[in-house]
């Protein structure tokens, strides 16, 4: 068995490679002096002198110079293994260690004075004093990590902040007393709660309550450097905390929050208090006013993280102009947490690029060396929990949660770092966790060793305090006066909380939301009219239509507007062309749009072409975009390839823009339950939980057509199911025309929900499913599309279905001419037509049987739901036998599948009496069950006989 620390020990700083590299840094000095980094210039500079002034012992000088070149890398490499920063146990143990003899140094060395001390900005030091620099600098209360990031100006910039200063802290006493205040009020809470609520779950700070400190710093330092929101995302350790300390939620609301049994009219459901959100604006000491925007958040951890990341985009882009430093987002995370939870790799991934960057996220986390019960070196395979910052070069600072002031100082370079830079920055609070999990939980079951050194460590306020008062800036008495003071604070606030009646849930940017209402029932009665007038139509789609002369496209791309304005010009609209012009009139009237999603500038199915590829240039052409000055922006990225952290990211960019439509489209829907935490836990649910209103749209591509159990079926029953009280619109349009209406409508009403659109595949080239360019001038959104190829009075089979399936229905019926079959389509499944779709079942009163049609398995698809929304209907479903996957990955088998859908939709009768109708008592002795089953589902052959 290999032991890699043994192995390890053998490795010694000192290598061929390491001097070899620094003789051709030497050398390219020599060259120009520029082209280094500026520490090594000012070395090499003494160096030269060195060598020029004491030439005879040059030799030996120099290889140790190099050595302790070699000696400082190995600090700011290294240094961060060999620090104090933790403050309730003693640090794994790494090797090599930063000792002189791992690099060819000896005690003897210690006096003498090397050049190399310029690299640090001591100038020639001696050996000691070097070594004694760097140990300040790297190895104290902070440790830093920063050497692999791969930019020499942000590796230049940081040693520069850090060396200089040892990366200690100045602060006036005036500021001491402010980190003092910080950590009393973080302290004096949790302890009044605990008191309060005995054993109630807060999920307490303490033993990482620096981080109120923490924040402050950044609050203040990001504002003076012209930042003036904060986009807070974070989990339930020390949310409270957080919520009445750093964003002024009275405490009394807290405190009530523990005992009430009532939410007034603001909210439905609504959440524990741990979970809730705050937005507030906050005035400081210096007259900065910021807004510090917190947001609600699930139990799933790091779900928050791509929705807090969007708003903050959102809002760079429409409140700020895109002045990336006026918005900070700042992710608070747990140590567990953030070491697994996938989707925080996938925002870290998207941190740079054009669409979904925001300028640099200030990632914090609180490290309390465990996770629930379980330690952090069972929790993870990286050495820190923060690793995941190295994927994209990220600095990472490790402090000691005992020493307030680090904490401060390094709130406060990241800030720097993220306005120099506006790029991610990690910040990883090195602390405990005081009690269990939660406060009614026994951490000795698990960790008993640990918690008897918790268990007497003194909290950071007593640390701090102590500090303060041996350095004179307070005396006890003070402390114990501002302590006790604070303690009365609470309790007036407590006693405040009883006159509370009810909770309220303050509205989230009420700036944003406040003029929009909450759907009721009767809003989805009347449709908005949502026609353009022919004129405007045919202005915007002939810039739409366009690509610039002095612009080199592949030849193809001409034949495709050609094809387009072919169509335009016969009065017919497709899919794709109706999409586009709902986008066209929407910025034009002034709504923002945006479409991210995987390769959704071209669509998985090439048919939106949102924007043209250029023959010579990288850049892509994109009409709405590029080809005038609309009222509103118009923008599609391609999407990394993930799912929830794209997805998350719309929730949360549709936060920031109620004004505008905000699209996430799957590559196929099927991959949309990746992003499932998003759809449960936002999506479907916010509003009743938090009061949070949202409309992004979801794409989610959808029809059986052979393309196998991953391509098909996009889970409609998994929205219906999560579908009440006019939580969300559940869409599967069957005309481009109501696709356009949809989209208009849903940016012209007062109110915003989610709406997810099962959108098609086969229909978007289909020749049927087109529409006249006239039906975008007038008329609005239509929830359920009657028949209108039939004599009512001579209808007897009425069929309802939804989406593609209409069109393979059409076909047989009128091959058929099947006029006594009539094709009802629900376009809009939530909230259900329900009144509408029984008026037309009165109005085909002659009908014998009506018919669900589906191409799902009986278990999935829209069945169960439209069962349970017309109970004393009778439908009958037609759909195939329930399984366990959702469709055959043999493309035959689906047709033979999908013709005896078709085929029993139109048998007129099965039974030996051959009637010409079907009345479902042609069998007689079986139930009306049996019958229905062996009529009308579907068996898979592969898998089933009837
Ligand atoms: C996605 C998800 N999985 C599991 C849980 C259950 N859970 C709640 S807290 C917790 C431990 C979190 O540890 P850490 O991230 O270190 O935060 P801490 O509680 O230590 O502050 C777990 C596993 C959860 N909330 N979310
Ligand atoms: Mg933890």
């Not at 500021?175 to 950590?183: G, P, T």
């Not at 928050?304 to 102009?321: D, F, M």
């Not at 690793?387 to 949660?401: R, S, Y």
């Not at 669900?852 to 109970?871: C, D, F, K, T």
């Amino acid at each position: 068995m290999i032991n890699l620390i043994t192995n390890m020990d053998d490795f010694s700083f000192v290598g061929n490679s390491e001097i070899a590299s620094m003789e051709q840094l030497y050398h390219q000095y020599l060259e120009n002096p520029d082209s280094v980094d500026r520490s090594f210039a000012h070395f090499f500079k003494g160096f030269d002198f060195a060598l020029k002034h004491f030439q005879p012992v040059a030799g030996h000088v120099i290889n140790k110079e190099f050595n302790v070149v070699n000696l400082i890398h190995g600090y700011r490499q290294r240094g961060h293994f060999f620090t104090k920063t933790n403050p309730v146990r003693a640090r794994r143990q790494y090797f090599p260690t930063l000792d002189v003899e791992n690099f060819g140094l000896t005690e003897a060395d210690l006096d003498t004075v090397f050049e190399a001390g310029n690299q640090i900005g001591i100038g020639p030091a001696k050996l000691r004093d070097i070594i004694s620099h760097l140990q300040e600098t790297y190895c104290q209360s902070i440790g830093v990590e920063y050497l692999y990031v791969r930019t020499p100006e942000v590796v230049s910039w940081l040693k520069e902040k850090m060396e200089p200063t040892r990366n200690q802290p100045s602060f006036s006493a005036h500021y001491k007393r402010d980190i003092f205040r910080q950590l009393k009020r973080a302290v004096g809470f949790e302890a009044f709660v605990h008191k309060k609520f005995v054993g109630q779950k807060r999920f307490s700070l303490e033993g990482g309550e620096s981080l109120i400190a923490g924040l402050y710093a950044v609050i203040r330092k990001g504002a003076s450097m012209g930042a003036e929101e904060f986009i807070v995302g974070m989990a339930h350790r020390g949310r409270l905390n957080v919520l009445t300390n750093v964003l002024e939620k009275p405490y009394r609301n807290v405190f009530k929050e523990f005992v009430a049994q009532e939410y007034d009219e603001s909210v439905s459901l609504g959440d524990v208090k741990y979970h809730l959100g705050y937005d507030k604006l906050i005035q400081l000491e210096d007259g900065h006013e910021v807004r510090l925007a917190l947001l609600p958040n699930p139990s799933h951890l790091e779900a928050v993280t791509p929705i807090a990341l969007g708003l903050a985009r959102s809002r760079v882009e429409h409140a700020y102009k895109g002045d990336f430093d006026k918005v900070v987002p700042i992710i608070i995370h747990g140590d567990a947490a953030i070491a697994s939870q996938g989707v925080v790799y996938e925002v870290i991934q998207m941190a740079k690029l054009d669409g979904y960057k925001t300028g640099g996220t200030i990632h914090v986390v609180v490290n309390n060396q465990v996770g629930f019960t379980t330690n952090y070196i069972e929790a993870r395979s990286s050495t820190y929990s923060t690793d995941v910052a190295k994927v994209t070069n990220n600095p990472v600072f490790h402090v000691n949660g005992d020493d307030a002031e680090a904490i401060a100082y390094i709130f406060e370079l990241a800030m720097e770092y993220r306005q120099r830079f506006n790029t991610d920055v990690f910040i990883d609070i090195l602390g405990y966790r005081k009690y269990g999990h939660n406060e009614g939980d026994e951490p000795r079951f698990t960790q008993p060793l640990l918690y008897k050194s918790i268990a007497s460590h003194p909290t950071p306020l007593h640390i701090y305090a102590s500090q303060l008062v041996k350095e004179k800036v307070l005396s006890t008495k003070e402390v114990n006066q501002a302590i006790e003071e604070f303690e009365n604070h609470l309790e007036q606030e407590f006693d405040a909380s009883k006159e509370i009646d009810k909770i309220s849930m303050a509205r989230f940017m009420p700036d944003l939301w406040s003029s929009f209402s909450f759907p009721v029932k009767e809003d989805f009665k009347n449709q908005p009219s949502t026609g353009v007038d022919r004129k405007t139509l045919d202005a915007l789609w002939s810039k739409m239509n366009y690509l610039p002369e002095d612009k080199k496209f592949f030849s193809k791309v001409h034949k495709i507007l050609a094809d387009r304005q072919k169509m335009y010009d016969s009065g017919k609209i497709d899919w794709a062309m109706a999409e586009l012009m709902s986008y066209a009139t929407l910025i034009n009237d002034g709504h923002p749009v945006r479409l991210s999603g995987q390769d959704t500038e071209r669509g998985t199915f090439a048919h939106r072409h949102a924007s043209f590829a250029m023959e010579e240039v990288s850049e892509r052409y994109m009409p709405l975009r590029d080809s005038d000055e609309f009222k509103a922006p118009f923008n599609a990225y391609n999407s990394p390839l993930s799912e929830y952290g794209v997805m998350g990211f719309e929730y949360g960019y549709a936060l920031g823009v109620p004004n505008g439509l905000t699209i996430w489209e799957a590559q196929f829907g099927d991959f949309f339950n990746v992003a499932q935490v998003v759809v449960d836990q936002y999506i479907t649910s916010a509003e009743e939980k938090w009061g949070l209103s949202n409309g992004l749209v979801l794409y989610l591509l959808y029809g059986y057509e052979g393309q196998g159990p991953e391509h098909s079926s996009a889970r409609i029953e998994r929205f219906l199911s999560l579908s009440a009280r006019n939580n969300m619109q559940v869409m599967n349009f069957t005309t481009p025309a109501n696709l356009y209406h949809a989209l208009r409508g849903h940016m012209k009403r007062n109110f915003r929900i989610p709406m997810v659109v099962f959108t098609p595949k086969s229909l978007l080239r289909h020749p049927k499913c087109v529409s006249e360019v006239k039906d975008l001038e007038e008329g609005q959104f239509q929830e359920v599309i009657d028949d209108s190829d039939v004599n009512v009075s001579k209808v007897t089979r009425l069929v309802f279905c939804s989406g593609k399936i209409y069109y393979d229905l059409l076909e047989r019926k009128e091959e058929l001419k099947a006029n006594n079959v009539a094709l009802v389509r629900i376009e809009q499944l939530h909230p259900f037509p329900k009144e509408r779709i029984e008026a037309l079942i009165s109005k085909y009163s002659n009908a014998l049987l009506s018919l669900w049609v589906q191409e799902e398995p009986e278990n999935m698809g829209a069945w169960n739901y439209i069962r349970s929304m017309l109970p004393q209907h009778n439908l009958v479903p037609v759909a195939r036998l329930a399984s366990a996957s959702p469709a055959t990955g043999l493309a035959g088998l689906h047709v033979v599948g999908q013709n005896e859908i078709i085929d029993k939709v139109f048998k007129a009768c099965y039974c030996d009496k051959k009637l010409p109708y079907c009345n479902l008592n042609c069998v007689e002795g079986k139930s009306r069950d049996e019958v229905l089953k062996q009529h009308y589902y579907f068996s898979n052959p592969s898998r089933f006989s009837i």
